[in-house]
C-alpha cells in the first residue's frame, strides 16, 4: 500500500531551507520581528488576491530554478556617466570592481559589515514593517535573511550617482539584497540599478526622505531571460521632499517590481514609472500603493508595457488618500500595446479616498499598433519594422519622460531601440 503525500507548508520549508546571516548585532532585533512576520503573513499563493495575476510558486520555493547566463555585448549600461560604482556579484560585494565608498557628502558602509551602524539601525526593517497594507511576506523574508547590502546616508547634494551594479555569474544563484537610504534635510542624492544580479532575487530598499530632500532612481532590470525577481522600495518622504523612480525592464523569465509610497509631509512628491518590453516566455508585474497622508502632495504612476509573442504583463497600482490629506493631487495611468493576439495585460487600478478636495484619476488601456500612423510612415518609405520600432518608442516616451536627466533618458531610449532591432 502506497504512503500517504505529505503536504508541506511553503512557508515552514522555506524557513527551514535559509540560514540565517552572520550579520551585525544591531540588525538582530529587526530580523527577529520580521520572522515572526512571515510566520504570521505566510509566503504568497496563487490565491493571494494580489498575487492571482503573478504565480509564487518560483519566488517562495527553498530553490531557486536555474537561470542561463546572458553574455551582453553591448557594454556595461551608465558606463559614459561618472559616478560611483558599487559592484554585486550573485549578491556578493566584489570589492576589486568596485570603487572606494567615499564620496562628500555621502557614507556608505554595507550590510554585511559587522560594524555597529547607529543611523541605519533606526531604519532597517522598518519602513518594509510599516509598508504592509497588504501582506508582503517576500519583504519580510528579505530583512530576515538578507546578507547583503548597501547602507546609504545621504548629509548633502551628492556631486555624482551612485551606481549600484549587479552581475549574474551563477545559474543556481539564489541571492537577497537590503539597501537603506537615508537622506537628511535638504539632501540630494541619484541612485543607478543594473545588471541581472543572480538566477532568483529577492531585494529590498528602504528610502527615507527628509524635509527638503530629493532622491531620483534610475533602474535597469538585466537582460539574462531565464532569471526570476522580486523587488521592494519602501519610500517615505518628509515635507517638501522628492522621489522619483523609473524602472526599465527588457528581459526576465519573472519579474516583479513592487513600490510602496507614504507621504507623510505637507508638499511632497513622489512619481513612479516603469517601461518594459516583453516577448515570448516574458511575465512583469508592477504593483504600486501610494499613501497620501498630508496636504497638497503629488503623486504620478505611469507604466507601459509592450508585449508579444504570448509575454504577459500585469500592473497593480492604488492610491489611498488618507482623511485630511486635502489638495492631494494623485494621477495613475497604465497602457500595454500588444504587438499580436497572444499577449495580454492585466490591470487593477485603485483609488481609495477619504478627503473631499483632491484632483484623483486612473487610466488603463490596451491596444494594437495605431494602423493609420503604421499606414503614414510606410507611404513615406520607411519599412514595417523601421514604423513598428518608432511607434513603439513613441509609446514608450511617457514613461521615460519622467526620467529627470537627459543623458539618462538618451540612454535609456538607446537600450530600448537596440533591443528592438534584435528582435525584428
Not at 500517504?4 to 538582530?28: F, S
Not at 546616508?153 to 551628492?158: A, E, L, R, W, Y
Not at 517590481?257 to 511575465?283: K, P, Q, R, S, W
Not at 518608442?393 to 537596440?418: C, K, P, Q, S
Amino acid at each position: 500500500m502506497a504512503k500517504p503525500q505529505l503536504k508541506h507548508d511553503p512557508t515552514e520549508v522555506r524557513l527551514l531551507n535559509i540560514a540565517r546571516p552572520d550579520a551585525a548585532a544591531w540588525t538582530g532585533p529587526a530580523r527577529d520581528a520580521a520572522v515572526k512576520r512571515v510566520q504570521e503573513m505566510r509566503l504568497p499563493a496563487r490565491r493571494d488576491e494580489y498575487w492571482k495575476y503573478t504565480r509564487p510558486d518560483t519566488l517562495v520555493d527553498y530553490q531557486a530554478p536555474a537561470a542561463a547566463l546572458f553574455h551582453n555585448d553591448e557594454g556595461r549600461l551608465f558606463d559614459g556617466i561618472d559616478r560611483l560604482t558599487i559592484v554585486f556579484v550573485d549578491g556578493v560585494f566584489d570589492a576589486e570592481r568596485s570603487d572606494d565608498l567615499e564620496m562628500a557628502g555621502v557614507r556608505i558602509d554595507r550590510l554585511a559589515e559587522p560594524a555597529d551602524i547607529h543611523w541605519a539601525a533606526e531604519t532597517y526593517g522598518s519602513l518594509e514593517a510599516a509598508g504592509h497594507y497588504v501582506p508582503r511576506a517576500l519583504a519580510a523574508l528579505n530583512t530576515a535573511f538578507a546578507s547583503d547590502g548597501v547602507l546609504i546616508h545621504v548629509t548633502g547634494k551628492t556631486e555624482r550617482p551612485i551606481n549600484l551594479v549587479y552581475e549574474h555569474a551563477s545559474e543556481t544563484s539564489d541571492a537577497m539584497l537590503h539597501h537603506v537610504v537615508k537622506l537628511d534635510a535638504g539632501a540630494e542624492v541619484t541612485l543607478l540599478e543594473n545588471g541581472p544580479a543572480a538566477a532568483r532575487l529577492n531585494m529590498v530598499m528602504e528610502v527615507d526622505v527628509a524635509d527638503g530632500a530629493a532622491f531620483h532612481h534610475v533602474r535597469a532590470q538585466g537582460r539574462d531571460h531565464e532569471r526570476r525577481a522580486v523587488t521592494h522600495i519602501f519610500a517615505r518622504l518628509g515635507t517638501e521632499s522628492v522621489f522619483k523612480s523609473f524602472t526599465l525592464t527588457v528581459n526576465g523569465r519573472l519579474t516583479r517590481n513592487e513600490c510602496v509610497v507614504d507621504l507623510t509631509g505637507d508638499n511632497a512628491v513622489a512619481h513612479v514609472a516603469g517601461a518594459c518590453v516583453g516577448d515570448g516566455d516574458f511575465h512583469h508585474d508592477d504593483t504600486v500603493f501610494v499613501t497620501h497622508d498630508a496636504v497638497d502632495c503629488e503623486s504620478r504612476q505611469v507604466f507601459k508595457k509592450v508585449l508579444r509573442n504570448g509575454a504577459v504583463g500585469v500592473f497593480q497600482g492604488k492610491i489611498l488618500v488618507k482623511e485630511g490629506a486635502q489638495k492631494t493631487d494623485g494621477y495613475q495611468i497604465s497602457q500595454s500595446l500588444l504587438l499580436d493576439d497572444d499577449s495580454q495585460f492585466l490591470a487593477k487600478p485603485e483609488l481609495e479616498i477619504y478627503a473631499d478636495d483632491v484632483a484623483c484619476s486612473h487610466g488603463s488601456t490596451s491596444g494594437a499598433i495605431d494602423e493609420t500612423a503604421l499606414f503614414y510612415l510606410r507611404s513615406r518609405g520607411v519599412s514595417r519594422d523601421e514604423a513598428t520600432d518608432l511607434l513603439t518608442l513613441a509609446f514608450l516616451a511617457e514613461a521615460v519622460d519622467e526620467i529627470e536627466a537627459e543623458a539618462l533618458r538618451a540612454d535609456m531610449l538607446a537600450r530600448l531601440e537596440n533591443w528592438l532591432k534584435r528582435r525584428r
